[in-house]
């Protein structure tokens, strides 16, 4: 079975600082992993995703997150935080391979990030 | 052109009675799936469709019965509705967890 933890339900930056959210894995093969955003009563949507190949993966509105096997850990980060960022943010993961992605995915249990002016 | 979309958005009842979900999905993905997000924003898989196929129900109450009429439609029926299925309730599609949402219905049971 798969899992997945996210340290910290809160973290709170200001605005211009490092955006740092952290999120750790269970697996007993390497996963796919991902972080997901969601504002204020909208849905979910993807921001990056690691399958395999290069462990440092970009994602949308300038988020990156480092997939670092040894540590099981898939950590979001943004050099500079805006306003527009705050919402929920989801770490996510699914098995590797899973025969079409029908086996959906495994969301940890979310970070609000906050944004203080 | 919302590529998923989920009717209604908000839904308000009394304990006991039964609603339906609407979802449709204009992307053309094989597999859709309802998940359920409950107060503290905890996302929980119920339901995947591969091609009008259930492939997961993850153990969930048999009032909840998701129908697929055809791969771009996966609606969600709850009968005898309790107070704990109170949540937003997300219709999604995709492949390979690169999943796209839709916005969501909140249902409130009274």
């Known amino acids: 079975a798969q899992s997945v933890t996210q340290l910290g339900s809160h973290v709170s930056v200001s605005e211009g600082a490092l955006v740092l959210l952290r999120c750790n894995y269970s697996s007993s093969v390497p996963p796919y992993l991902f972080w997901y955003v969601q504002y204020p009563n909208q849905g979910l949507q993807l921001l990056l995703k690691?399958?395999?190949?290069?462990?440092l993966v970009k994602g949308i509105n300038g988020f990156e997150a480092e997939f670092k096997k040894s540590e099981t850990s898939f950590h979001l980060t943004k050099p500079s935080a805006h306003m527009s960022d705050a919402a929920e943010y989801f770490c996510a993961v699914s098995p590797p391979f899973s025969g079409g992605g029908a086996d959906g995915l495994t969301f940890g249990k979310g970070t609000h990030l906050i944004i203080q002016p | 052109d919302t590529a998923v979309s989920q009717t209604p958005k908000y839904l308000v009842t009394q304990m006991g009675n039964d609603k339906s979900i609407k979802c449709e999905q204009n992307l053309g993905h094989d597999t859709m799936y309802w998940y359920k997000q409950d107060s503290k924003k905890f996302l929980k898989i119920m339901f995947s469709y591969n091609n009008k196929e259930l492939i997961i129900n993850e153990t969930v109450p048999n009032r909840f019965s998701p129908k697929s009429p055809d791969k771009a439609h996966l609606n969600l029926h709850i009968n005898s509705l309790e107070l704990g299925d109170s949540a937003v309730y997300f219709c999604a599609s995709g492949l390979t967890g690169e999943l796209f949402f839709g916005e969501g219905s909140r249902l409130t049971v009274l």
């Open positions: 690691y399958t395999t190949g290069a462990t």
